[in-house]
């Protein structure tokens, strides 16, 4: 594999960019947005809510946006689709405007547990109804003006923590929220660089009341979650060296090169700027042998979605790596330990199942297949990646489902290892 690449832009930063730019006031230009189903869903839902989104390409948009007070309730159900980072976000935004919203997404989505934004917002006051108590999409959120609030995470979790946040923002109340450990901390980046004073003191986070954004550009970064499966590939494809240009390293997101290096990859960051109040760099990957490894505690929120990939690198790596602390990965798109588990497992790979993670031994004979992704974008990216690594063959029952995050994947891969 060789060549130089960009990447697009990043899922987390584009989604937030949108709800922000749509909470502003002023004009905020976006371009490097990331034009996948997932921030689709985020810009459908604001438009439906009455922001006004003007798209100059799939990857350049302006909102004109009038503050919380320019939105207005949807004429019909907003649709999440399959993201929960929009259903999430957008909830904390909607519990604190004064009219009703429905809310639902796809199959998948209405499975995922929404409980732990929705309990949290009603100890703000927010009335949020649905099944199993609200645990679950469709929900009815009965917005109106919310009180002040400190919390306690019981889990790190970005998705919560945001909408936390975004409910103070929108309500104009000091919340103050507190994480086991640091998640990504792109809302607060954002927020502070769209002029709100949001304060930060270990693990604690607090947006202070009367907060107003201003429309800015952003330029949204390439993101660390797709570079993932090129630096990925790259070291282990004899021969490899591959530069990938602009790509965020957000300390909070980027506990995949702190791993990778940990094991042995040749990854260099060059050229470091920031945008947008994000650190950019373009990362230099070459080939190199590598060692297992133990990923655990605090490393987990800084790499979750990154965990199927190192799972792939893991099996070529010498001795034994071991993942724990990753339960969360059982409600993404789909239960990704079991689904690592049985679709490595038909390549031949030995990997043992744990409740919060995996042990994988290193340096097995691989084969190719048919392997099923279960229709989950990361799944279908990091199994293409281990086929790729071992020389053979994989068939992926759906390789579409790799839109929800990086359409082009597979054709920026071919070009590299042409």
């Known amino acids: 594999m060789r060549g130089e690449i960009s990447l697009p832009g990043d899922k987390s ?3 937030r960019a949108l709800l922000l730019g749509a909470l502003a006031r002023g004009t905020t230009d976006i371009s490097n947005f990331l034009p996948g189903q997932d921030c689709r ?33 949807a004429p019909g159900v907003l649709d999440c689709g399959n993201s929960g980072t929009t259903a999430r976000l957008l909830l904390g935004i909607l519990a604190a405007l004064p009219f009703a919203s429905r809310m639902t997404g796809d199959e998948s989505l209405r499975q995922r547990p929404m409980g732990r934004v929705v309990e949290p917002l009603r100890s703000m006051g927010a009335d949020i109804r649905g099944p199993e108590g609200g645990k679950f999409l469709p929900l ?20 919560v923590k945001s909408a936390l946040l975004l409910a103070g923002l929108v309500s104009g109340v000091e919340v103050d929220v507190e994480e086991p450990a640091l998640s990504r901390d792109h809302t607060e980046k954002m927020l502070a660089y769209l002029g709100a004073r949001v304060e930060r003191r270990g693990n604690r986070v607090r947006i202070a009341p009367g907060q107003a954004l ?18 990925v590939a790259a070291t ?17 997101r980027a506990g995949v090169l702190a791993v990778l290096q940990r094991m042995g990859a040749r990854i260099t960051c060059l050229s470091r700027e920031e945008e947008a109040g994000e650190p950019v760099a373009d990362l230099l990957v070459q080939a190199a042998p590598l060692q297992g490894t133990e990923v655990k505690g605090g490393e987990i929120p800084t790499l979750i979605d990154e965990i199927p990939v190192l799972a792939v690198a893991a099996l070529f790596a010498r ?6 602390d990753a339960a969360e990965l059982r ?10 588990v049985t679709e490595l497992e038909k390549m031949g790979a030995a990997v043992k199942e744990l409740p919060d993670g995996l042990v994988i031994q290193g340096g097995q004979q691989l084969r190719g297949g048919r392997l099923a992704t279960y229709g989950d974008h990361r799944m279908a990216m990091s199994l293409q ?6 020389g053979r063959e994989v068939v992926l029952d759906d390789r579409e489902c790799v839109r929800v995050s990086f359409p082009n994947f597979f054709t920026l891969l071919q070009e590299l290892h042409s």
Do not use: W
Request: glycine share 14%; with cysteine.
């Open 385 to 390: 990646v281990a086929g790729l690594a071992a």
């Open 140 to 159: 009815l959120v009965e917005g109106g003006k919310l009180r002040g609030f400190s919390y306690r995470l019981p889990m790190a979790s970005a998705q």
């Open 319 to 324: 001795g034994t790596t071991i993942i724990r």
């Open 41 to 73: 869903s985020t810009l459908e839902c604001l438009r439906a809510l009455g922001a006004r989104v003007e798209e100059k390409s799939p990857t350049e948009l302006t909102l004109f946006g009038a503050g919380p007070g320019g939105l207005r309730e």
């Open 214 to 231: 201003k429309g800015r550009p952003i330029r949204v970064p390439g993101d660390i979650s797709s570079a993932a499966f090129f630096l």
């Open 236 to 252: 282990l494809v004899p021969g490899s060296e591959v530069l990938l240009k602009g790509v965020g390293v957000n300390p909070t």
């Open 13 to 15: 930063i584009s989604h």
């Open 331 to 340: 409600v993404k798109e789909t239960d990704r330990i079991r689904a690592l």
